[in-house]
């Protein structure tokens, strides 16, 4: 098979993202030696549930699912192979406390934010998620609308251990005070018991609960980035002072760099564009 020629300059750069990506993965699997938890083990750590499109059918083992993938890539890169990964399961509230970890990173959509940085570490962002509002049918049947002047007189319900209750307070100002719970699958079981009109989520977990979880879900629509000062930013999560921080953040900024980032997201949440933006 004969190639298409290029030019040196195109031959030379080329080359040398090849050599920096090489070069990166290398650093990264030398850094990790002997700083897991376990001896030539990675041990990662999920949400039970863990939900599509972050993990397919509730199994990340299977590397199927946005966050599965890139957890799987972060190994990679930091020397492990698929056997020598190992799945635990950790709560959302409990993994952002203080203290010793079971785990040595663990991904399930945690926002990166100041107080939590407080008390555990985050690897560099791997996803900037839009945050995005899910009703049941019978409130857009009542009129509820993708503005913010129709969503202030939702009764809201929000998971309070989430960046959402800012961005509600900030965004929306909803004239009655929201409910708050203790986790997301709460939320979702007040809106089937028609406690609450509507809640908010980052927009893959959104559009996973309007497609499965409700049987009449509605994501009635995102915040333009413009709204807010950034998107959410999700972060691999570790134990404070972690001895892997620094070869997380080698394996992740390495994949941002050479865009396997993007192409993972591509393939696993790119059915989160087409929901109309808040106005």
Known sequence: ?????????VAVAAFALLLA???NASTASECAAGKTLKENVLTIATGNPAYYPWVMDNNPSSGEGFEAAVAYE????MGFDKDKVEWTSASF???????TKDFDFNLQQFSITEEREKVVDFSAPYYSAAMAILVRKSAVDNGAE???????????????NTTALKMLQDNIKPDSDPLLYDDNVNVTEA???????????????????????????????QFPAD??????????????????????DMAVNAMTEDGTLASIEAQWLQETTGVPLIK
């Open 1 to 9: 098979m004969k190639f298409p020629s290029r030019s040196p300059k």
């Open 21 to 23: 990506s090489t070069s």
């Open 74 to 77: 972060v190994a990679s890169r």
């Open 93 to 99: 509230d409990q993994s952002i406390q203080p203290g």
């Open 146 to 160: 993708a503005t913010v002047a129709s969503l202030k007189k939702l009764k809201w319900g929000i998971d309070a």
């Open 191 to 221: 809106m089937k018991a028609n406690q609450i009109d509507a809640a908010m989520f980052d927009l893959p977990t959104a559009l996973y609960l309007g497609a499965v979880v409700l049987e009449d879900g509605v994501v009635l629509g």
């Open 227 to 248: 709204r807010t000062e950034t998107p959410d930013q999700f972060g691999l999560l570790m134990e404070d002072g972690s001895a892997l921080k620094e070869c997380v």
